[in-house]
T-cell receptor
Framework: KAGVTQTPRYLIKTRGQQVTLSCSPI?????VSWYQQTPGQGLQFLFE???????NKGNFPGRFSGRQFSNSRSEMNVSTLELGDSALYLC????????????FGPGTRLTVT | EDQVTQSPEALRLQEGESSSLNCSYT??????LFWYRQDPGKGPEFLFT???AGEEKEKERLKATLTKKESFLHITAPKPEDSATYLC????????????????FGQGTILTVHP
């Protein structure tokens, strides 16, 4: 069974630009969660989507948004990039939103200059 | 607010030297506790889920246990390939959907096993 895939793997953007990251979950998984990982803050929850609906959101500004498509693939968007947005963005999929294990993709390394 | 604290921050072992990693948590109600392993430049790899105090899970040289306040990851006779960052995370019982899909992670324990 194929794992979670994320594209692109690496991105370099300039302050003020926007970026879109993509995540394809494991086949059959309907829940997709997004996390930001930085050396200082560790892994922090951004939001979760299930059946094309955002069901939960972490403490991040409105510049961070996402969506999920009918095939469960998900995208997250960051507008007006700031230097502090440089991080590893991880997507995780699960078959449902409950206390079920989440399987992570390899991440997208975003560098903002 | 849900909190997860892992100790030690870093642990260096000789090959074959068994030890334990600690994960202390504070949540209003625990729905599940998860252990992951993360190698440099990669996403976390799922290891175990624990749901209730007294539960234990094993996989090769790893054994995870759970009490009402903490979890331990015991590593028996580790090998150099066990070197990685081990992450602990909790999912809380939140009202109004506040727990949906949300894992709260600790900062991790960096394990180095020397041959």
């Amino acid at each position: 069974k194929a794992g979670v895939t994320q594209t692109p793997r690496y991105l370099i953007k300039t302050r003020g630009q926007q970026v879109t990251l993509s995540c394809s979950p494991i086949s059959g998984h309907r829940s997709v969660s997004w996390y930001q990982q930085t050396p200082g803050q560790g892994l922090q929850f951004l939001f979760e989507y299930f059946s094309e609906t955002q069901r939960n959101k972490g403490n991040f500004p409105g510049r961070f948004s996402g969506r999920q498509f009918s095939n469960s693939r998900s995208e997250m968007n960051v507008s007006t990039l700031e230097l502090g947005d440089s991080a590893l963005y991880l997507c995780a999929s699960s078959w449902a939103s409950g206390a079920y294990e989440q399987y992570f993709g390899p991440g997208t390394r975003l560098t903002v200059t | 607010e849900d909190q997860v604290t892992q100790s030690p921050e870093a642990l260096r072992l000789q090959e074959g030297e068994s030890s334990s990693l600690n994960c202390s948590y504070t949540v209003s109600g625990l729905r599940g506790l998860f252990w992951y392993r993360q190698d440099p430049g990669k996403g976390p790899e799922f290891l175990f889920t624990l749901y209730s105090a007294g539960e234990e899970k094993e996989k090769e040289r790893l054994k995870a246990t759970l009490t009402k306040k903490e979890s331990f990851l015991h590593i028996t006779a580790p090998k150099p390939e066990d070197s990685a960052t081990y992450l602990c995370a909790v999912q809380a019982e939140g009202g109004g959907g506040t727990s949906y899909g949300k894992l709260t992670f600790g900062q991790g324990t960096i394990l180095t096993v020397h041959p």
